[in-house]
């Protein structure tokens, strides 16, 4: 029994009791048995077998004892969270960032590598699996003790098959991080979006707690979102769903880089705040951004350009608030169409904060179409830069903790 977890698989996880427990506990914690059975509706037999069962696993533990309503007092259960980890991995367009952290999502260490302007399939799963190693050595977490290891990735991701099937920083295509992985740590991988992984972290440990329908927005070198319904993530038939830079917003507008013509992202991108910045700077126009840069015009991205607007710049302000109204048109469309409840914003640009979430907030306000509608609250990531690694670790957490029904 010790050796249940070594196969690197939740297979002896895999029934609906089980999960359904361990879920009890990590959401009632601490509990008794007692509970347990009353709020699962489970027999109290199956519920002290699966919890021996559990502790044998080291997935909880007896902590204390409760307060008794006559009798012998009840002994209560919590997650053991000592005795297992979780890696998360965020792959940029420049950096993998990895974390390891316990059962609970509480980071315990923190590992960057930066990546080379060129890679192949087989440099990147190289440099993936350094990142992976280093964090995990110097968490000094045993390998046998790590539940799983999720990937958020940039670019489109075959989340069933754990394929990035395109990587549009790198420009590859197919790349096996699934297999690639649990070949290598014989360790169970997931792989998602990287936003969809900040919209699942933000959901479970994030500003989205406790919210039903939810948009996580990232506004960065690119834009995308990943949708919450019904408190799940939401794919779309092809795995598209969230595709949210590439909403057109000027059918005469400039060429993106998915071939298309005046998408979301060619007006509200990191690179298009850049640009629009260089164009004003070489029209002759006197800014911040063009002193502190120092010629190295590869540094000016959102965080840059709100540091210039913080300390008053003209054109950066105006800069940020054209970027809020643009992204607002795109929220707008988005909240009547999805009409969630809530709406968060992380990444790059949002960095920005107020300057950009102002406008943004302004458009909603004026145009949205219901009086409900144009209430939809819009805040800040609560993870922030940690958002997508928590949201990696997620997914393995997500695949232990949910209930699934016939152990499928
Ligand atoms: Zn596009």
């Not at 002896?12 to 990590?26: A, D, E, F, H, V």
């Not at 060129?118 to 799963?125: D, G, N, Q, R, S």
């Not at 590859?172 to 990287?194: A, M, R």
Request: aromatic content about 6%; some cysteine.
């Amino acid at each position: 029994m010790s050796n249940i977890r070594m196969t690197g698989s939740f297979q002896w996880m895999k029934t609906l009791n089980k999960s359904t427990i361990l879920n009890t506990i990590r959401l009632h914690s601490p509990i008794s048995r007692a509970e347990i059975a009353k709020k699962t509706k489970l027999t109290p037999p199956t519920v002290t077998n699966i919890v021996a069962e559990l502790i044998e696993a080291n997935l909880v533990r007896e902590s204390e004892i409760g307060v008794s309503k006559g009798g012998r007092k009840p002994i209560l259960l919590t997650i053991n969270d000592q005795d297992s980890f979780i890696v998360g991995v965020d792959v940029g367009g420049h950096l993998i960032r990895t974390i390891v952290t316990d059962i609970n999502a509480k980071i315990l260490t923190k590992f960057e590598i930066a990546l080379p302007m060129e890679l192949t399939i087989e440099t990147f799963i190289e440099k993936l699996i350094q990142a992976i190693d280093a964090a995990i050595n110097k968490s000094k977490a045993p390998k046998d003790k790590i539940l799983g290891i999720g990937v958020g990735m940039h670019g489109i991701v075959d989340y069933e098959k754990g394929v990035s099937i395109f990587a549009p920083n790198f420009q590859l295509t197919n790349i096996p991080i699934k297999s690639c992985l649990e070949k290598h740590f014989q360790i169970t991988t997931f792989v998602e979006n990287d936003v969809r992984a900040f919209a699942l972290g933000e959901t479970w440990y994030g500003n989205g707690q406790g919210t039903e329908h939810l948009i996580c927005i990232n506004i960065g070198v690119g834009i995308g979102a990943g949708i919450i319904l019904n408190s799940e993530l939401f794919h779309g038939n092809n795995g598209i769903a969230g595709e949210f830079g590439h909403m057109i917003v000027d059918i005469n507008g400039e060429k993106c880089s998915c071939g298309s013509y005046g998408c979301l992202q060619t007006v509200a991108g990191g690179s298009a705040l850049r640009e629009r910045a260089l164009k004003e700077i070489k029209g002759g126009r006197q800014s911040l951004i063009y002193d502190r840069a120092q010629g190295q015009i590869e540094r000016i991205d959102g965080a840059f350009i709100f540091n210039c607007a913080k300390s008053g710049d003209e054109l950066a302000l105006e800069i940020l608030a054209e970027t809020g109204t643009y992204i607002g048109i795109g929220v707008l469309n988005l909240i009547n169409v999805i009409n969630p409840a809530r709406i968060i914003v992380g990444g790059g640009v949002a960095k920005a904060g107020e300057f950009v979430l102002e406008p943004l907030r302004k458009i909603v306000k004026q145009r949205a179409l219901t009086s409900g509608a144009r209430e939809t609250e819009i805040i800040h990531s609560k993870l922030g830069d940690d958002a997508t690694v928590i949201g990696a670790v997620t997914l393995v957490l997500k695949d232990l903790f949910s209930p699934r029904v016939n152990g499928e």
